[in-house]
Structures are given as C-alpha cells and as structure tokens.
C-alpha cells in the first residue's frame, strides 16, 4: 500500500515535469475538440487541422510578441495595424518591382521601427502602454488607406505568392515559419539572459532596478520583437490574400492577448511560459474555426470570441488570487 508521502511524491513530480496548469489547459483543448467533432464530422480531419494551424500563422506571431511584453508587464495594441499597413507596403513594394527577400527585409524593418517608436512613447513620455499604443494603433491604420488610397494593392509576384500557398515535405510554409518563430523564441524566453531581465523587469520592477537592469531597453527590445512579428504575419498574409488591404488584420491584437491570457500568462506581468501561448492560439484558433464550419452568423462569432476573453481574464484573475 502506497504511503501518503509516496502520494505526495508523485504530484510533486507531476507539477514539476508536466505542470498542473498546462494540463488544464490541454485537457480544455480536447474537450472543445471532442464537441466541435461531435457537432460537425468535417471538424477532426487531417485538412481541417492544417488549415486551423494555417490560420494560426498571423495570430500566433503576433502572440509571440505580445507574450514577451504582458511578461514584462507592458501590452500593445497596435499589431493589427501593423500587420495591416505591412501587407499594403509588401504589395506596394511589389509592384515597383522590389524582389520578394528584400521586400520582406524592409517590411519587418519598418515594423521594428513602429515598435521602438511605441518603446518612445512608453519610456520617453512616460505614457501607459494602452494609450500609446492605441494611438499609434489608429496612426498607422490611417496610414495604411492613405498610401493605398483606401483600395487593395494585388500582387502578381509568383514567388511572393509561393510565401502564403507553397508547401515543403506537404506543410504550408506559413505553418514552418510560425513552429520556427516559437522554437526560436522560446529558447530566447528561457535560456537567455534577456528572458530572464524580461520576467524580472515585468514581476518586480524595483528588484530589476536594484539588480542593474535597464529595463527601458527590455521594453524597448519586446515591443520592437512585437511590431516586427505582427509585419511579418501581415506580409504572409497578404501572399495568401494575393493584395495588401489596408482593413485586413482589425481585432488582431485582442486575438493575440485573447490567446496569451488563455495560455497562462499573468497579466500583471512576471508570470508565464511561450509553450502556454501555443496552447493558447490553437484553442482560439481551433473554437474560431469550428464556429465557422457550424455556420454560426459572423455577428455571433464576435460574441463568442469576446466572452471567450471575458473567460480567459477571469480565470487570469482566480490564478493570481491564488497565487497572492
């Protein structure tokens, strides 16, 4: 017979190697999957999934981003704008003739650049998070009609067009990019000693001053990493949209804090894991796509996508009240 110490053993190891909160949140993806199938046949097969994961290809970028910076206690809500304006310069650049390498280079540079412009206004003017990027959000938004006067760019650049549709080994090159982007940046999060500066900056900001840290160079670095994703994930959009659309990407930044809550990270900062988020995404992603196959009127889906976060900041809230 197993003693009570034994017992005690053994759920310490199941935390410590297989973590309680991350299985919650597993067992919460299968059980949506179980239902979705249950209510559609057309849900748990081989090409639905791929498309779910190619859906997932934008959000799960820009939650790459937003993930470092709700660790270090900061948010941006400008990615969907980003990812916007990003899929109109690409096609832009496009059309003058640019090549498909360089056009991405300058398209994530550009991003980068909004995101230290953000880390400015942060650091610099000493203005919330929220409210500059909400500002800089809208900027750029109107930016992306006004050099497209307002109409879709289209693309004729095949090999462009090959970023969004092409596949290597039968996986879409956008699905090779996002599992690169999280295998890179979760090595980054968890092995670097930026990572760490990251959850010391965002959980206590008066031992990372003490420690030596420069934390506006840490927020600076994580809105940057953000804005740079969310161009990217704007320009593999607009190759799988053949045109860049100043209205593509509206609600992106809610989707990626939606995701990032869900998957664990505290929004008081200092607290999660990248592994939480990719959880995170597929759940959004897969609930997205299976309210689509049951032909729930898009009005709805708006509904269920925000209750979906109202539920995701509410368990955030029973966690740190446990955790306090």
């Known amino acids: ?9 053994k759920k310490v190891l199941i935390k410590k190697y297989v973590g309680s909160d991350k299985m919650g949140l597993i067992f919460a993806l299968i059980v949506m999957v179980i239902i979705f199938t249950i209510l559609s046949p057309y849900y748990f097969t081989s090409k639905n999934f791929m498309n779910v994961l190619v859906a997932s290809s934008l959000i799960g970028l820009a939650a790459i981003g937003q993930s470092y910076l709700v660790i270090c206690g900061q948010i941006d809500l400008s990615p969907g704008a980003v990812a916007g304006f990003s899929g109109v310069l690409a096609a832009m650049l496009l059309q003058r003739g640019i090549g498909t390498v360089l056009t991405l280079i300058i398209v994530v540079f550009v991003g980068i650049f909004i995101g230290f412009i953000n880390s400015l206004i942060v650091n610099k003017l000493k203005i919330a998070p929220f409210i500059a990027t909400l500002a800089t959000m809208q900027a750029i938004r109107g930016l992306a009609y006004i050099i497209c006067d307002g109409k879709p760019i289209y693309i004729q650049n095949k090999s462009y067009l090959g970023i969004g549709k092409d596949r290597i080994l039968g996986i879409p090159i956008p699905v090779i990019i996002l599992i690169l982007a999280f295998a890179v940046f979760i090595i980054i999060l968890s092995k670097t000693r930026f990572g760490r500066n990251l959850y010391i900056v965002g ?106 976060l109202v539920a995701a900041l509410s368990f955030d809230y029973i966690r740190s009240k446990k955790r306090a």
Request: some cysteine; glycine content about 16%; proline content about 3%.
């Open 203 to 308: 959980g206590n900001p008066v031992a990372a001053r003490l420690a030596g840290i420069n934390s506006n160079r840490v927020i600076a670095k994580a809105f940057m990493i953000t804005s740079g994703l969310s161009a990217l994930g704007g320009a593999i959009l607009a190759s799988r949209m053949n045109s860049g659309q100043p209205s593509s990407c509206e609600g992106l930044e809610m989707s990626a804090v939606t995701a990032v809550v869900l998957g664990g990270i505290a929004f008081t900062g200092g607290i999660g894991t990248l592994g939480g988020t990719v959880i995170g995404v597929l759940i959004l992603q897969g609930f997205n796509n299976g309210l689509l196959i049951m032909n729930v009127p898009q009005f709805w889906q708006y509904v269920a996508s925000g209750l979906l």
């Open 1 to 9: 017979m197993k003693t009570d110490e034994q017992k005690i053993d």
